[in-house]
């Protein structure tokens, strides 16, 4: 059975066409990716934040890096 990363957190950007997810690895590890779609195009989600290979020891310390590195995020949280 291939284990796979599970999504615990998903903030959408107004307009739902730009998200980031904070996913927790089948290690226990956590990291976060930043995705986009595009509302004419039906293949679905697509990484554009190429953030998905840094590990992190848990949520909090997950979701505050991607506030830091994820601009519109950030401007989110205040």
Same mark, same amino acid.
């Given at each position: 059975m291939v284990?796979? =990363?599970? /999504?615990?957190r +998903? #903030? =959408? *950007?107004q307009g739902e066409q730009i998200c980031v997810d904070v996913f927790r690895r089948p290690d226990g590890t956590y990291g976060f990716d930043?995705?986009?779609r595009d509302?004419?195009?039906n293949r679905g989600w697509y990484a #554009?934040?190429?953030y998905? =290979?840094?590990?992190?020891d +848990?949520?909090?310390s997950t979701l505050n890096e991607a506030?830091?590195? /994820?601009?519109?995020?950030?401007? *989110?949280s205040g």
């Open positions: 284990q796979t =990363n599970k /999504v615990v +998903s #903030i =959408n *950007m930043e995705f986009r509302p004419e195009d #554009i934040g190429h998905g =290979n840094r590990v992190f +848990s949520f909090e506030r830091k590195t /994820v601009r519109w995020l950030g401007e *989110m």
